[in-house]
T-cell receptor, first 113, second 116 residues
């Protein structure tokens, strides 16, 4: 069945380093992916999205890479800051499908000062 | 804009009780959905709606009902609460874009429900 999963449940990085959070998906029909950040006690917050016709998209300090061949995407955070500490989820959907996302289980990013 | 609002923030129920979780958005979004999040897990879709008067089931719909009488509101009803429904519930909405710009979903702050 469909699944969106993450390789590492917890990632610890030093402040100022770059962070890379990985996500694998199993549904080859998925054509739209989003990364969300969730801080403790809050709802998920949109970070960046990417469509399957792209392999890279950049935002402010963040880059998402999509490798459709191996059904893998990653979120890169440059110069990680303490405020980046949170749980990060990848989610997928079909452009023509229902407007509701399938979420992975999340990776906790811990930024050490 | 207030965005997506949810009430209550916290709720404790006894097994067998019923209640309604409220969700409202003021962004004129067509699409709304309900998710539950259990400890250490991602969000799982309960029900969703593509517009007023239209609802459909998600991954885990059993024990929950929804209705969508207006664009703004999308309440979630627990028919007979069970301990397995202890979770954090998130409501989300997204806009419709012809040509498919983005499908970003905006999430509410969540309702933390405990069933004893």
């Amino acid at each position: 069945g469909e699944s969106v999963g993450l390789h590492l449940p917890t990632l610890s990085v030093q402040e100022g380093d770059n962070s890379i959070i990985n996500c694998a998906y199993s549904n080859s029909a998925s054509d739209y992916f989003i990364w969300y950040k969730q801080e403790s006690g809050k709802g998920p917050q949109f970070i960046i999205d990417i469509r399957s016709n792209m392999d890279k998209r950049q935002g402010q300090r963040v880059t998402v890479l999509l490798n459709k061949t191996v059904k893998h995407l990653s979120l890169q955070i440059a110069a990680t800051q303490p405020g980046d500490s949170a749980v990060y989820f990848c989610a997928e959907n079909h452009i023509t499908g229902r407007r509701a996302l399938t979420f992975g289980s999340g990776t906790r990013l811990q930024v050490q000062p | 804009n207030a965005g997506v609002t949810q009430t209550p923030k916290f709720q404790v129920l006894k097994t067998g009780q019923s209640m309604t979780l409220q969700c409202a958005q003021d962004m004129n979004h067509e699409y709304m959905s309900w998710y539950r999040q259990d400890p250490g897990m991602g969000l799982r879709l309960i029900h969703y709606s593509v517009g007023a008067g239209i609802t459909d089931q998600g991954e885990v719909p059993n024990g929950y009902n929804v209705s969508r009488s207006t664009t703004e509101d999308f309440p979630l009803r627990l028919l007979s609460a069970a301990p397995s429904q202890t979770s954090v519930y998130f409501c989300a909405s997204s806009y419709s874009t012809l040509g498919g710009a983005t499908y970003e979903q905006y999430f509410g702050p969540g309702t933390r429900l405990t069933v004893t």
